[in-house]
C-alpha cells in the first residue's frame, strides 16, 4: 500500500493519461459494479417474470439518488477539499475536514432513514405506486433505505475520502467486493433462504447487507492508514467556517446534480404510472440498463477531480487543464460508442431482465429515446 508522499507523484509528476488511469479507472470499475448489483436485484426478480415485483422495486430509484446527494454534499465536497489540502501542505486541516464530513454524513443519513420510515407509504404513493405495487416497494424501501441508510452513505463518503487521497485503487475494491457479494447474497436470500413470494424482501436484505460490509471494509481500511491525513477521530470534528463554506461550495453542486436526475426519475414514473403497472416495468428496467455509460462518466469524473483539484490547489494549472482537457476527451469517446450499441442491441439488453413481450417491447422503445442524451 502506497504511502501518502508516494501518492504525490500521482498527482505531480505522472503523465496525465497514466495518473488519470491510476485514479479513474478503480473508480470506474467500482462503479460497473456498483451498476451491476444494482442491476442484480431487478435481473433476478426480474425471472420471476412478475411485472408487479419489477414495478416495486424500480419506485425505490429516486429514494435510493436521494441517499447519494448526501454522499455527495460530504463525500464529494469534503474529499475534494482534502486533495486541495493535501496539495497545499495542510495536512492537519486535511484530518479535521475528513472528520467533520465522516461525522455529519452519519448524522445526515440518520436522519433521511427516520423520515423515509415515517412518511414511507407517502413518499410511494407520490412516485405512483399502486395497490399491486405498494407492498414490494415497501419491503424493497424498509431494508435498504430505512435500514441500510447510514451504512450505504457512509461507504459512498468513505470511498471518495480514499479516492481524493490516491487509495483508488482500495476504493474501488471496496465497491466491487460489496457488489460481488450482493450478486451472490441475492439469489441466496431470494430463492433459498424466504419462500415464494418473498423475492423482493429477499433483495433488499441482500443489498442492505452487501452496503454494510462495503461500510465496515473502508472503516478498516482508512483505520489502518495510520500516517494517512484522513481521521475519523472525534477530537478532530472541529474545523474552520471557510472549511465548511469550501465542502459546501463543491458538495452542494454534486448534490443538487443527482438531485435534478432525482427529480426527472420522480416526474418520468409519475406520468408512467397513469398508464398501468406494465409501462413502469419496462421504464424501471430502462432507468437502470441505461446506467452503465453514466457509471463510466461518473468514475472518470471521479478520478479527475482530485487530480485537477491536487493541482489547482499546488498552483500547476496547466497540469490541470491538460487533465480536464484529456477527460473530456474520454468522455465523448465513450459517449458517441454508447449510443451506437444501445440503439442496435435495445431490444437485446431488454431481454436480459425480463422475458415478458409488452414490458420489452416498451422498454426497447425508452430505452432507444433516452440514449440519444449519453454524449
Excluded at 460530504?74 to 484530518?95: D, P, Q, Y
Excluded at 473502508?218 to 495510520?226: D, H, T
Excluded at 468514475?299 to 487543464?321: D, Q
Excluded at 422475458?355 to 417491447?361: A, G, K, L, M
Aim: with cysteine.
Amino acid at each position: 500500500m502506497k504511502t501518502r508522499e508516494d501518492n504525490r507523484e500521482i498527482f505531480e509528476t505522472w503523465p496525465i493519461p497514466k495518473a488519470l488511469a491510476e485514479l479513474a479507472l478503480p473508480m470506474i470499475f467500482g462503479q460497473l459494479i456498483i451498476l451491476i448489483y444494482n442491476l442484480a436485484d431487478t435481473f433476478y426478480i426480474g425471472r420471476t417474470n412478475n411485472p408487479l415485483m419489477v414495478a416495486g422495486v424500480s419506485l425505490l430509484l429516486p429514494v435510493f439518488n436521494i441517499s447519494i446527494t448526501f454522499a455527495n454534499l460530504f463525500g464529494v465536497g469534503g474529499g475534494t477539499l482534502i486533495s486541495r489540502l493535501m496539495g497545499a501542505g495542510r495536512n492537519n486541516e486535511a484530518k479535521s475536514v475528513s472528520s467533520f464530513c465522516f461525522y455529519m454524513t452519519i448524522l445526515t443519513a440518520g436522519i433521511y432513514s427516520g423520515l423515509v420510515y415515517i412518511f414511507m407509504r407517502s413518499i410511494l404513493n407520490l412516485l405512483g405506486a399502486s395497490p399491486d405495487t405498494m407492498i414490494f416497494a415497501e419491503q424493497y424501501t424498509f431494508c435498504v433505505i430505512v435500514i441500510g441508510a447510514i451504512p450505504t452513505i457512509l461507504g459512498m463518503t468513505l470511498a471518495n475520502f480514499l479516492r481524493s487521497t490516491g487509495y483508488a485503487k482500495q476504493a474501488g475494491f471496496g465497491v466491487s467486493m460489496g457488489g460481488i457479494i450482493n450478486i451472490f447474497l441475492d439469489p441466496l436470500f431470494m430463492f433459498v433462504l424466504l419462500p415464494s413470494g418473498y423475492e423482493v424482501l429477499g433483495a433488499g436484505i441482500a443489498t442492505m447487507l452487501s452496503n454494510l460490509i462495503i461500510c465496515v471494509y473502508f472503516l478498516i481500511v482508512i483505520y489502518r492508514l495510520k500516517n494517512s491525513i484522513l481521521s475519523l477521530a472525534v477530537k478532530n470534528f472541529r474545523t474552520s467556517v471557510q472549511n465548511i463554506k469550501s465542502i459546501f461550495y463543491v458538495g452542494v453542486p454534486a448534490a443538487i446534480a443527482v438531485t435534478l436526475f432525482d427529480v426527472t426519475y420522480i416526474i418520468i414514473d409519475k406520468l408512467i404510472s397513469l398508464y398501468g403497472d406494465i409501462p413502469l416495468a419496462a421504464v424501471g428496467i430502462v432507468l437502470k440498463a441505461e446506467r452503465l455509460p453514466l457509471n463510466v462518466g461518473i468514475g472518470l469524473c471521479m478520478g479527475m477531480m482530485p487530480l485537477a483539484a491536487y493541482n489547482y490547489s499546488s498552483g500547476n494549472f496547466k497540469r490541470m487543464r491538460e487533465a480536464v482537457n484529456f477527460s473530456r476527451l474520454v468522455g465523448l469517446v465513450i459517449g458517441f460508442v454508447s449510443v451506437a450499441l444501445y440503439e442496435i442491441f435495445a431490444a437485446d439488453i431488454m431481454k436480459i431482465f425480463i422475458e415478458d413481450s409488452q414490458t420489452v417491447e416498451l422498454g426497447t422503445q425508452f430505452l432507444r429515446a433516452r440514449t440519444l442524451a449519453f454524449i
